[in-house]
């Protein structure tokens, strides 16, 4: 039987994709809490995440970006199944891009009762929160945001004005007619089936046809090149099943030699939590 994953399903789920208890910051209910070290175990599961336009180049580089079907979110694919192929033992791989979404995390913003603002929140229920003690960094200092809380406020406040230009690119897919359904699916060489579904891409012989009034306000605005940066990243596809294979390769391998440390894990490196922009730059 294939394994079917749908990136559609996080999108529509209840609680964002990796929060499980996500709270509002407040200098009286969390003055004591701490941030602790952490990896990017929280994502070792996420065959998927979503993006935003401002780092559609940086992603479409290392994954296929795709759209969810329903409300076009944007979606770099990191796996076939419900594993994440970029992160090995907690450690996302260092040669490629760590997208803003995994970044951000544990903070994020959540929607308050005013129909535009957002509040800084902290997913409470990350392995990083300490809600007592000593360890790690403090959020608040003599009541008042302490520099990391300050930092994520700025980063995440970046993230959400980009979530808006997304939402717009996104609606002006749907509104020209130039999303469509796809699915991919694959055959491993242990005869594993693999699929993905749930998903859409840009046609590109509707996109041809698009009028020459729509083309220029799309040349000027940018959702052109966003376009074409999708479209240059579903050969990316090929790469993600090699990556599968190998992984499954050297699982088959460590299982054979027992306590032989035989791990893909040694070429992966830590993702950087901290970084101060949407689209970081990939190492070389």
């Known amino acids: 039987m294939a394994s079917q994953t749908r990136p559609a399903d996080e999108t529509a ?46 992603a479409s580089r290392d994954y296929p970006v795709v759209f969810a079907a329903g409300d076009a979110q944007p979606i770099a694919v990191l796996g076939l199944e419900r594993r994440n192929l970029f992160v090995a033992a907690g450690r996302w791989n260092s040669e490629t891009y760590v997208p803003a979404y995994v970044r951000r995390y544990p903070f994020g913003y959540i929607a308050t009762t005013d129909p535009d603002g957002f509040a800084l929140a902290l997913d409470a229920g990350s392995d990083r929160v300490a809600q007592s003690g000593e360890e790690g960094v403090p959020l608040f200092e003599d009541g ?52 993905l579904d749930g998903f859409q891409i840009v046609d590109a012989e509707k996109l041809s046809g698009l009028p020459d009034e729509i083309v220029l306000e799309w040349h000027n605005n ?63």
């Open 222 to 284: 940018g959702y052109l090149a966003w376009v074409h940066f999708h479209l240059a990243s579903l050969d990316r596809f090929a790469a993600l099943l090699n990556r599968q294979a190998l992984v499954d390769t050297v699982a088959r391998s460590s299982q054979s030699v027992g306590s032989e440390d035989v791990s893909h894990s040694e070429a992966s490196d830590a993702a950087g939590a901290d970084a101060s922009k949407i689209a970081e730059t990939r190492k070389d």
């Open 144 to 195: 008042k945001p302490a520099e990391l809380t300050k930092q994520a406020l700025a980063f995440c406040g970046a993230f959400q004005s980009e979530a808006k230009a997304t939402r717009a690119f996104a609606d002006a897919l749907k509104e020209q007619g130039l999303l469509i359904d796809r699915r991919a699916d694959a055959t491993l060489p242990d005869g594993r089936k693999l699929g």
């Open 13 to 58: 789920a209840r609680l964002p994709l990796f929060y499980r208890d996500p709270q509002p910051l407040s200098s009286v209910a969390h003055a004591s809490w701490r941030l602790k070290d952490g990896d990017a175990s929280f994502a070792a599961d996420a065959p998927y995440v979503p993006i935003v336009v401002g780092e559609l180049a940086a």
